[in-house]
């Protein structure tokens, strides 16, 4: 993801893991200029999706935290 990216209000993050397509989207709140993710995870029985209440600082805190809760959630479904 380039750094660019994360300079506009809201973009989105498409990766893999464990052979398991992931999205997210990462956007910034105006009123508390804090950062938020929301996203889902594609798998063969369906989409899972996950989000957090938490906010962050920063869009690579936002990003880093999502990352996290998909390999978590893919991890726990594949065992």
Known sequence: MSSGSRQSKKYKVKESYR???Y???ISL?????????KGQV???AGLHSM???RTFTTA???EDH????AHLCI???LG
């Open 19 to 21: 052979s398991q397509a």
């Open 23 to 25: 999205t997210g989207v």
């Open 29 to 37: 709140d105006p009123w508390t200029n804090s950062w938020a993710w």
């Open 42 to 44: 594609d798998f063969n």
């Open 51 to 53: 989000f957090t209440n």
């Open 60 to 62: 690579l805190q936002a």
């Open 66 to 69: 999502m990352r996290q809760s």
């Open 75 to 77: 991890d726990n479904r």
